[in-house]
């Protein structure tokens, strides 16, 4: 029998103090479950901060990044901020839960490092590599950051590559992303010739996520190309059929623990027939209509506000005075759809709605006109976004409320029991198991527990913008 005062073994001591942290953080989360929605007291939006900044969570970037952003979703909801969000709060509780587990497990190397995460980007040598340019865009986030990213595709590995030049905020006025994207010096040329052409790397290197390093050491060898329908309907990023395009982004964007989620996904439409586009003014947002080959229709859809604005003039510009067989668009994930959003046209050549030359003398006069035609234009093509909702995603959609409602302390337990027996009726008899325990235990770790699993599936069966 070991003597009471012999030392714990580093390895040990260290995995148990791990242990420790991550039991405080997980006790933390089901507090919050049980009392963030209701009372929405300030110590638990402080709570989460302290253990943002913690030993344990610093170790574990993608743990502290999760309660940052539950602190402030507490926050929004403390002070009824109109951004408050308590489906985006239960959702990032749900997550932050099951990787606390995950980590619980002390998984090996590399899933261990996965599931932590970093505190900055890690390239790595890919080496040789033939890219071809899918243009680039312009962007802005609602905290500040803006930037210019430019979009790659790799045949040979069928995986998508971006550069990006960016600040997080404005505080840098000297930045412009347009004369960055014109003037900035990447391998022996600018991001203006690279995003259209095609480029053989040497000594390059890359994230895990796609995202090229600028480093001096690597070595372009640039030509100029013209990419045609049968040289690029191959490529694993492009897409004649709706129905795959669909399947190829839900695997995408399905939520993965030991991997981060894709922001934004650069994808290329071979279209077969175009639609008049259509502004929508409570929404305040365009949508273009686009065939596939067997005729079926999904909207593409441009935000009237921030960088998308101009984006809009020169969309409504371009397919008025040339005809294109080709989009592309970024795909994002919005709460339970997929967005696309055009940025580049396809056609005798290669147009970038970001930095088109045309620009309006008087805007306040340009966009009255724009709206006047899109409003008295002759539609053609479908009229609407399909609403419907299959019972299998409305079944979810019920599981999801009810859980938010139980948290928020209302939802009867008897209606949490009727929803399982429909979970298991459409096939999810583990969700099933999962939710009958959260009805059954007033525990709120049950309750997380479903929350993620729900969300995952809500996620992974998120459907593109049909119309009819």
Same mark, same amino acid.
């Given at each position: 029998? @070991?003597?009471?005062?012999?030392?714990?073994?580093?390895?040990?001591?260290?995995?148990?103090?791990?242990?420790?942290?991550?039991?405080?953080?997980?006790?933390?989360? !089901?507090?919050?479950?049980?009392?963030?929605?209701?009372?929405?007291?300030?110590?638990?939006?402080?709570?989460?901060?302290?253990?943002?900044?913690?030993?344990?969570?610093?170790?574990? @970037?993608?743990?502290?990044?999760?309660?940052?952003?539950?602190?402030?979703?507490?926050?929004?909801?403390?002070?009824?901020?109109?951004?408050?969000?308590?489906?985006?709060?239960?959702?990032?509780?749900?997550?932050?839960?099951?990787?606390?587990?995950?980590?619980?497990?002390?998984?090996?190397?590399?899933?261990?490092?996965?599931?932590?995460?970093?505190?900055?980007?890690?390239?790595?040598?890919?080496?040789?590599?033939?890219?071809?340019?899918?243009?680039?865009?312009?962007?802005? /986030?609602?905290?500040?950051?803006?930037?210019?990213?430019?979009?790659?595709?790799?045949?040979?590995?069928?995986?998508?590559?971006?550069?990006?030049?960016?600040?997080?905020?404005?505080?840098?006025?000297?930045?412009?992303?347009?004369?960055?994207?014109?003037?900035?010096?990447?391998?022996?040329? /600018?991001? $203006?010739?690279?995003?259209?052409?095609?480029?053989?790397?040497?000594?390059?290197?890359? =994230?895990?996520?796609? &995202?090229?390093?600028?480093?001096?050491?690597?070595?372009?060898?640039?030509?100029?190309?013209?990419?045609?329908?049968?040289?690029?309907?191959?490529?694993?990023?492009?897409?004649?059929?709706?129905?795959?395009?669909?399947?190829?982004?839900?695997?995408?964007?399905?939520?993965?623990?030991?991997?981060? =989620?894709?922001?934004?996904? @650069?994808?290329?439409?071979?279209?077969?027939?175009?639609?008049?586009?259509?502004?929508?003014?409570?929404?305040?947002?365009?949508?273009?209509?686009?065939?596939?080959?067997?005729?079926?229709?999904?909207?593409?859809?441009?935000?009237?506000?921030?960088?998308?604005?101009?984006?809009?003039?020169?969309?409504? !510009?371009?397919?008025?005075?040339?005809?294109?067989?080709?989009?592309?668009?970024?795909?994002?994930?919005?709460?339970?759809?997929?967005?696309?959003?055009?940025?580049?046209?396809?056609?005798?050549?290669?147009?970038?709605?970001?930095?088109?030359?045309?620009?309006? =003398?008087?805007?306040?006069?340009?966009?009255?006109?724009?709206?006047?035609?899109?409003?008295?234009?002759?539609?053609?093509? @479908?009229? =609407?976004?399909?609403?419907?909702?299959?019972?299998?995603?409305?079944?979810?959609?019920? $599981?999801?409320?009810?859980?938010?409602?139980?948290?928020?302390?209302?939802?009867?337990?008897?209606?949490?029991?009727?929803?399982?027996?429909?979970?298991?009726?459409?096939?999810?008899?583990?969700?099933? &198991?999962?939710?009958?325990?959260?009805?059954?235990?007033?525990?709120?770790?049950?309750?997380? &527990?479903?929350?993620?699993?729900?969300?995952?599936?809500?996620?992974?069966?998120?459907?593109?913008?049909?119309?009819?």
């Amino acid at each position: 029998m @070991p003597d009471r005062n012999e030392a714990i073994p580093p390895a040990k001591a260290g995995r148990e103090k791990d242990s420790a942290g991550l039991a405080e953080i997980r006790r933390f989360l !089901e507090r919050a479950w049980m009392s963030a929605f209701v009372l929405v007291p300030v110590a638990l939006e402080d709570e989460a901060r302290r253990l943002a900044v913690s030993s344990r969570a610093e170790a574990a @970037p993608r743990l502290a990044s999760l309660l940052r952003r539950i602190a402030s979703g507490i926050a929004a909801l403390r002070l009824r901020n109109v951004d408050a969000d308590p489906d985006g709060l239960l959702g990032l509780l749900a997550d932050a839960y099951a990787l606390c587990i995950a980590l619980e497990t002390e998984p090996a190397e590399p899933m261990q490092s996965r599931l932590r995460g970093v505190v900055r980007q890690e390239y790595a040598d890919i080496g040789h590599a033939e890219l071809f340019g899918l243009g680039a865009r312009l962007w802005e /986030t609602p905290s500040g950051a803006h930037g210019v990213t430019a979009h790659f595709f790799a045949p040979a590995d069928s995986k998508t590559y971006s550069l990006t030049l960016a600040r997080a905020d404005k505080t840098d006025v000297q930045f412009d992303p347009r004369m960055a994207f014109r003037q900035t010096g990447i391998w022996g040329d /600018t991001m $203006s010739g690279l995003c259209m052409a095609r480029i053989r790397l040497q000594n390059a290197q890359a =994230s895990a996520g796609g &995202r090229l390093s600028t480093s001096g050491n690597t070595r372009a060898q640039i030509e100029p190309w013209s990419p045609t329908p049968d040289a690029v309907r191959q490529w694993s990023c492009a897409f004649e059929d709706w129905s795959h395009l669909q399947t190829y982004l839900q695997a995408q964007f399905t939520p993965r623990l030991a991997a981060d =989620s894709y922001r934004d996904v @650069p994808v290329l439409l071979l279209f077969s027939r175009q639609a008049s586009a259509r502004f929508d003014e409570i929404a305040q947002t365009l949508s273009w209509p686009l065939a596939d080959a067997s005729g079926r229709w999904i909207g593409l859809t441009l935000d009237y506000e921030g960088v998308e604005k101009d984006r809009i003039s020169a969309l409504e !510009e371009m397919i008025r005075t040339e005809r294109f067989w080709a989009v592309v668009a970024k795909a994002a994930l919005e709460d339970d759809r997929i967005t696309l959003r055009p940025y580049a046209l396809w056609g005798t050549t290669q147009h970038l709605l970001d930095f088109t030359a045309k620009k309006p =003398s008087k805007e306040a006069n340009f966009l009255f006109d724009l709206l006047r035609r899109f409003r008295t234009g002759r539609a053609t093509g @479908p009229s =609407s976004f399909v609403t419907e909702t299959p019972a299998t995603d409305a079944v979810l959609a019920r $599981s999801w409320n009810n859980l938010l409602r139980r948290a928020e302390g209302g939802g009867a337990p008897a209606e949490s029991i009727r929803i399982s027996d429909d979970l298991e009726s459409a096939g999810f008899s583990a969700l099933a &198991r999962l939710y009958r325990d959260s009805a059954d235990r007033p525990e709120a770790d049950a309750a997380l &527990r479903a929350a993620y699993a729900v969300a995952t599936i809500r996620l992974a069966r998120a459907s593109v913008a049909w119309m009819q």
